[in-house]
Nanobody, 130 residues
Framework: QVQLVESGGGSVQAGGSLRLSCAVS????????MGWFRQAPGNERERVAR???????????DYADSVKGRFTISQDNTKNTGSLQMNSLKPEDTAMYYC????????????????????WGQGTQVTVSS
């Protein structure tokens, strides 16, 4: 049974930092594709960052324009965990944050799977005050 558990959220002032963590279980072959998403009240869930590692241990990463240069996604495949380092936080970053993960064969597959993900966890709340 696939399970994802997010942690590390909290309340910070604008300009502060938080580090979110994601623990993944239930994938027999581990995961090599991970993404972070967020959803603010009244808004649709939006993609924040994605990461994919191929068999040559080369990573592909992308970020939403709104977080480029401030957020960093990483993944520890040996431990089936991932993280999202968030710096220079802004009030508009306030949202519930969710992670998603899978084991896929390509960067294209990673993006496709994350866009249609089903195994959402409880999320972790991030609140940034001005």
């Amino acid at each position: 049974q696939v399970q994802l558990v997010e942690s590390g959220g909290g309340s910070v002032q604008a300009g502060g930092s938080l580090r979110l963590s994601c623990a993944v279980s239930g994938y027999t072959h581990g995961t090599n594709c991970m993404g972070w998403f967020r959803q603010a009240p009244g808004n649709e869930r939006e993609r924040v960052a994605r990461i994919y590692r191929n068999q040559a241990n080369i990573y592909a990463v992308d970020y939403a324009d709104s977080v480029k240069g401030r957020f960093t996604i990483s993944q520890d495949n040996t431990k089936n965990t991932g993280s999202l380092q968030m710096n220079s936080l802004k009030p508009e970053d306030t949202a519930m944050y969710y992670c998603a993960a899978d084991h896929v064969d390509s960067w294209d597959d990673c993006r496709g799977v994350l866009n249609n993900y089903h195994y959402w966890g409880q999320g972790t709340q991030v609140t940034v005050s001005s």
